[in-house]
Antibody, heavy 119, light 113 residues
Framework: QVQLVESGGGVVQPGRSLRLSCAAS????????MHWVRQAPGKGLEWVAV????????YYANSVKGRFTISRDNSKNTLYLQLSSLRGEDTAVYYC????????????WGQGTLVTVSS | DIVMTQSPDSLAVSLGERATINCKSS????????????LAWYQQKPGQPPKLLIY???TRESGVPDRFSGSGSGTDFTLTISSLQAEDVAVYYC?????????FGQGTKLEIK
């Protein structure tokens, strides 16, 4: 079955950087676009970024454009999110997510990793 | 950017009664070439990631009870729970995937009256 396991979260000071990872298994990782979605404490879902199956195309939410970078290593079945110039409003649980066949949209989600931006 | 707006923000319904959640997109999410609405509904319970309920606006995900249904086209959509069960207490989100930059509604919190 599909498994997505995020790691790399933690407490980081404003202005600093952090890299999140997502280890994927149970499906052909190199065939699917991958997403990051975040959720601030007690708030709703916010889509963050997507990368195409081969990494050639990326799109970002306006709130993170120029500060976050999504990437992937298909040889390692791993998705990344580089977070830079972090702000308090970036504090959230970050979910790795993938499409499912036929649905056209996100079907599978990891359990999330918490990033806390605080001095 | 496509903005998704849900109504109401919260809803209390008696067990066995119907619950209706609305979602409006700032532009049409109907793709004319395939006549599909790029609209999904998710359910999220506390401490859990979201769960896909409905995609293409009205296709129920495998394993989702048939009391859940989706309808609508273009810019206006509805999620209906025909007979509310206790396990349906959750926050529900609509989401568009018409644009490469996906977006979610703000969420509707569903409770038991």
């Amino acid at each position: 079955q599909v498994q997505l396991v995020e790691s790399g979260g933690g407490v980081v000071q404003p202005g600093r950087s952090l890299r999140l990872s997502c280890a994927a298994s149970g499906f052909t990782f190199s065939s699917y676009a991958m997403h990051w979605v975040r959720q601030a404490p007690g708030k709703g879902l916010e889509w963050v970024a997507v990368i195409s199956y081969n990494g050639s195309h990326t799109y970002y939410a306006n709130s993170v454009k120029g500060r976050f970078t999504i990437s992937r290593d298909n040889s390692k079945n791993t998705l990344y999110l580089q977070l830079s110039s972090l702000r308090g409003e970036d504090t959230a649980v970050y979910y790795c997510a993938s499409k499912g066949d036929g649905s056209g949209t996100i079907r599978y989600w990891g359990q999330g990793t918490l990033v806390t931006v605080s001095s | 950017d496509i903005v998704m707006t849900q109504s109401p923000d919260s809803l209390a319904v008696s067990l066995g009664e119907r619950a209706t959640i609305n979602c409006k997109s700032s532009q049409s999410v109907l793709y004319s070439s395939n006549n599909k609405n790029y609209l999904a509904w998710y359910q999220q319970k506390p401490g859990q990631p979201p769960k896909l309920l409905i995609y293409w606006a009205s296709t129920r995900e495998s394993g989702v009870p048939d009391r859940f249904s989706g309808s609508g086209s273009g810019t206006d959509f509805t999620l209906t729970i025909s007979s509310l069960q206790a396990e349906d207490v959750a926050v529900y989100y609509c989401q568009q995937y018409y644009s490469p930059q996906y977006s979610f509604g703000q969420g509707t919190k569903l409770e038991i009256k």
